[in-house]
T-cell receptor, first 124, second 112 residues
């Protein structure tokens, strides 16, 4: 079973530019979440999409946006990049919302996120 | 006060040692508890998943949850150099909110 694929793996941008990151979830997973990971703040939730709709949103400015396509692939966009946006951006997919119970402890239960390797963004 | 507190370490132990990693949390709504392991330049991978107080064992790993104290632990027995990684606790409330709240992670090094 193929995992979560994120592209590009590494990229360098300058302040003021914008960037688009892509995520392909595990086949059959319709929920895609995005997290930002920095040494100072750790993993912070950006947003979550399910069936092309944003279901949850974290506390990030409007410069951070995302979308999900009908095939469940997702993109996130950061506009007007700032130095502080340098981070590892992680995408995760899950069955969340596809199993009403959500209490199964199996590795691929509804509440379990499977992460990709991330896209490391450096803003100069 | 942050919702989830985790000692960042670093923690260095000899091979074969028992490792104890801990997180405390303040949000009583958290019902599901996970431990992820993250190797350098990789994404986090799920190690353990629990949804009730008590212990859950999987091979050399034991996850412990004490909801009354808002405290969770991960124990690693017979630690191996391949266990060297950052360990992240994560928590989620019930209902339709699918957001995970993570601790900052503890960097563990197991020395041969």
């Amino acid at each position: 079973k193929a995992g979560v694929t994120q592209t590009p793996r590494y990229l360098i941008k300058t302040r003021g530019q914008q960037v688009t990151l892509s995520c392909s979830p595990i086949s059959g997973h319709r929920s895609v979440s995005w997290y930002q990971q920095t040494p100072g703040q750790g993993l912070q939730f950006l947003f979550e999409y399910f069936s092309e709709t944003q279901r949850n949103k974290g506390n990030f400015p409007g410069r951070f946006s995302g979308r999900q396509f009908s095939n469940s692939r997702s993109e996130m966009n950061v506009s007007t990049l700032e130095l502080g946006d340098s981070a590892l951006y992680l995408c995760a997919s899950s069955l969340a919302g596809q199993n009403a119970g959500g209490t199964r402890g199996s590795r691929y239960g509804a509440n379990v996120l499977t992460f990709g390797a991330g896209s490391r963004l450096t803003v100069l | 006060q942050k919702e989830v507190e985790q000692d960042p370490g670093p923690l260095s132990v000899p091979e074969g040692a028992i490792v104890s990693l801990n997180c405390t949390y303040s949000n009583s709504a958290f019902q599901y508890f996970m431990w992820y392991r993250q190797y350098s330049r990789k994404g986090p991978e799920l190690l353990m998943y629990t949804y009730s107080s008590g212990n859950k064992e999987d091979g050399r790993f034991t996850a412990q949850v004490d909801k009354s104290s808002k405290y969770i632990s991960l124990f690693i027995r017979d630690s191996q150099p391949s266990d060297s990684a950052t360990y992240l606790c994560a928590m989620k409330s019930g209902g339709s909110n699918y957001k995970l709240t993570f601790g900052k992670g503890t960097l563990l090094t197991v020395n041969p």
